[in-house]
């Protein structure tokens, strides 16, 4: 057994877990938050460097990911405070 799935196993037999009452509910407001988080409906034009966009394209190439689509996820981050300097 893994350390995560030991934790989840100790989580359980201590009764942490609390049973959602209205799932249906949770689920229609979780999706909606999904929805309005991925919701792409503004377009910006920027100029960057040559050697920026072909390391962004690596990377993306890379992630599996389109190149727009990192650079729309490195943005979204910045603005919540989520995007982590690498050193």
């Given at each position: ?13 201590a ?15 979780l ?10 409906d ?25 190149y ?20």
């Amino acid at each position: 057994m893994s350390e995560q799935e030991r934790e989840y196993l100790e989580s359980i037999e201590a009764d942490e877990w609390k049973s959602i009452k209205d799932k249906a509910s949770l689920i229609t407001e979780l999706k909606a938050a999904a929805t309005n988080t991925m919701l792409k409906d503004q377009r910006m034009n920027i100029r960057i460097g040559k050697k920026d966009l072909e390391g962004i394209k690596t990377r993306a190439l890379e992630e599996g990911i389109p190149y727009q689509t990192l650079v729309a996820s490195i943005i979204h981050k910045y603005v919540n405070g989520k995007l982590k300097e690498v050193m």
